[in-house]
Nanobody
């Protein structure tokens, strides 16, 4: 059973940066794509970024050029570097493991506010 633990969320001012981390266990981590999704209050969950097992990435249009997803297979960890944050980035961010079954982490809150 895959377990995902996110960290790194918090409160940041507009224009600031945060780095989210997600540590995975219970899986052959390097074999599967990983991703980050988010859900803002009153909105549907949306995909933010995805990284393949070999490091190919894709992003939602709303975060292109500002967010970077990466992975360290030796540490079973995926990251989301978020720069130039905007108030509309405020959401709970979920790490996602795209294995035989999709698994979600517990989420970490990101709040962008002056």
């Amino acid at each position: 059973q895959v377990q995902l633990v996110e960290s790194g969320g918090g409160l940041v001012q507009p224009g600031g940066s945060l780095r989210l981390s997600c540590a995975a266990s219970g899986s052959i981590f390097s074999m599967y794509p990983m991703g980050w999704n988010r859900q803002a209050p009153g909105k549907q969950r949306e995909r933010v970024a995805r990284i393949s097992s070999v490091g190919n990435t894709n992003y939602a249009d709303s975060v292109k050029g500002r967010f970077t997803v990466s992975r360290d297979n030796a540490k079973n960890t995926v990251y989301l570097q978020m720069n130039n944050l905007k108030p509309e980035d405020t959401a709970v961010y979920y790490c996602t493991h795209y294995g035989p079954q999709t698994t979600w982490g517990q989420g970490t809150q990101v709040t962008v506010s002056a």
